[in-house]
């Protein structure tokens, strides 16, 4: 599977890179044929010259040619260098692409396993690194095959003997390669994974710096950063130890047995009179055996960094592989708002369930409010319903309809959310209302803010930075609050959404609410039991179950669990 997805992002790009491959062939070729034409200048015209009164004049053509053929491969390597490289940007381009829109498809529950800063590692290092497996095979490794390929050619044409004598080194560079393989893949692997360790910490670190400082916990996160780290050195320091012993060393010592070999071999010939050799004939086989070691030489050399390059492919295909949900571009006709919770149980983890028979209906514009305490599963509803997870047992129907039987993105369409931490995006703060979205116009988007009573204090061209942090906790739930009315939803979420505002800023939204909710069926989770008096229907949750449901008044009639949460917090608002 892995060398079948390689592939296929290779087939996008195989006409740029036969080309370059073919344009690689004759640099190669030209190249070659050089020290031909040197041996028959040598031979006819500076040796034998003199002795045999042979004329000068075609001297300068053979001259020619052979600057011709330099010319030639100068500007066909210099072609397909350019050709090669652009078509590994291609690819590499593509499949950052084919990432970055798989992340999109992927359900929260991967995310919910993987810190984002090792997401980012598998986008940007390990997609880098896969470019220069398509530069290292089909420039450097092509390079060198076809080179020693047409070398040996050469040898053979010219004495078989000695070229025999030459592929003696085959065997010796495929073992070992076996050998490099087998270690460099153990450690170029944990290298990767370290260095993705180190890029989760940091973001987390980042993200969390106000938590860290307060606590006085930098030290603790310096030695934690420093274990990945040292652990990542010293994996670095036995590819490096693997390297030395294994490249230059091992190359020098087989080209001097070979040249040992070329000495005894010609010497032999030459000592026993059995065969004469030409000046040219022996320039032309230290000439070839010399290009047979370069290639020899780069092959070695780019092991490292092929074995680099392979493992990081392997870790971002991983994650291609990882199963997705297709963006779907359906649309359906507004939602009603009827929602229904059948016999419903949910999982995350195995048969864990955190969630247990929940059944309960929301009549279209009717608000159903949920609540209790940490744990008690409020959030997984609101994550069921959104579609972020699936249900493991029941089902979920919206106007009678099994939300499974249509696209999540579908499913979403008319379905808004504000969240108890809401997420801003760099931009402005018009853009994080509308997103960008074509469908929501200017006037969308400052309807949307005078419904929520306004911006306190910024303007909607007013920057914003990443995750907003510039703003108060305030404005950026009314960002959030306004971003999910001026799409307009038929189904309105709010998890917690009035739990990091102040007061002012909550009655703002609660007037806004009641005109709001009209026509609109909304689903509240709140922890202020006063803003939710009166919703159409309270369910109380313990433990992943229903134990209590009504309005706020039929609640507290019963003196029950409700009734106990409501006094306790009226006590807490009046001490």
Not at 421 to 430: C, E, K, Q, R, S
Request: aromatic content about 10%; charged content about 20%; glycine content about 6%.
């Amino acid at each position: 599977m892995f060398k079948k997805r390689l592939m296929h992002y290779a087939n996008l790009y195989k006409k740029q890179l036969i080309i370059g491959v073919s344009f690689l062939l004759i640099a190669v070729a030209a190249d070659l044929a050089g020290p031909l034409i040197a041996k028959e200048m040598i031979d006819r015209y500076i040796t034998d010259a003199k002795a045999d009164g042979v004329p000068w004049q075609p001297f300068s053509v053979l001259l020619a040619i052979f600057f011709g053929l330099s010319v030639v491969s100068a500007i066909f390597r210099y072609t397909q260098y350019i050709i090669l490289q652009s078509g590994a940007n291609n690819i590499i381009k593509t499949m950052r692409n084919d990432v970055y829109e798989h992340i999109n498809r992927l359900t929260i529950r991967y995310f919910d396993s993987l810190p984002a800063g090792k997401v980012v590692s598998r986008i940007t290092n390990d997609t880098e690194a896969v470019r220069d497996l398509f530069v290292t095979v089909l420039s450097q490794f092509a390079s060198s095959i076809l080179t020693i390929f047409g070398v040996y050619i050469m040898l053979f044409i010219l004495d078989w003997r000695m070229g025999l004598i030459v592929l003696c080194l085959l065997p010796i560079l495929i073992a070992f390669v076996w050998f490099y393989h087998k270690f460099a893949t153990k450690f170029n692997h944990i290298i990767r994974t370290r260095l993705s360790d180190m890029n989760g910490m940091l973001n987390e670190s980042i993200n969390g710096m106000t938590i860290i400082q307060a606590f006085g916990q930098e030290k603790k996160m310096e030695q934690e950063f420093e274990e990945i780290n040292k652990d990542h050195y010293d994996y670095q320091n036995k590819m490096l130890v693997l390297d030395a012993a294994t490249t230059h060393n091992l190359i020098g010592l087989l080209r001097s047995v070979v040249f040992l070999a070329f000495i005894w071999y010609f010497g032999s010939q030459a000592l026993s009179g059995s065969e004469a050799f030409s000046v040219g004939l022996l320039y032309v086989f230290i000439d070839y055996i010399t290009r047979l070691f370069n290639p020899f030489m780069q092959i070695v050399g780019q092991l490292n960094r092929l074995e680099r390059a392979r493992v990081s492919a392997q870790r971002v295909l991983e994650l291609l592989e990882y199963d997705g949900t297709e963006v779907s571009n359906e649309h359906m006709p507004r939602y009603n708002g009827h929602v229904a919770f059948n016999d419903v149980s949910f999982a995350y983890k195995d048969e864990e369930y955190v969630l247990k028979n929940i059944d309960f209906e929301a009549q279209p514009g009717e608000t159903v409010a949920l609540v209790g305490h940490t744990g008690s599963g409020k959030s997984s509803i609101m994550n069921l319903l959104f579609r972020f997870y699936d249900v493991s047992k029941g089902s979920i129907t919206i106007d009678g309809q099994n939300v499974n039987d249509k696209p999540v993105q579908t499913t979403r369409e008319h379905m808004g959310i504000v969240l108890q931490d809401p997420y801003l995006f760099t931009g402005t703060v018009a853009s994080n209302i509308s997103l960008n979205d074509p469908r929501i116009s200017d006037a969308k988007v400052k309807a949307a803010v005078e419904a929520v009573g306004g911006l306190k204090g910024i303007e909607l061209d007013d920057k914003v930075v990443e995750r907003g942090t510039t703003l108060s906790s305030g404005q950026r739930q009314l960002i959030s609050f306004a971003r999910a009315l001026a799409f307009d939803p038929a189904i309105l979420i709010l998890d917690e959404a009035t739990s990091n505002i102040d007061s002012e800023t909550e009655e703002m939204i609660q007037r806004a609410m009641d005109v709001l909710k009209r026509g609109r069926t909304t689903f509240i989770i709140a922890h202020r039991l006063s803003t939710i008096k009166n919703a159409n229907l309270i369910l109380v949750l313990d433990a992943g179950r229903i134990v209590e449901r009504g309005t706020h008044e039929e609640l507290l009639a019963k003196q029950g669990k409700y009734y106990q949460m409501y006094r306790l917090q009226s006590g807490m608002q009046t001490n």
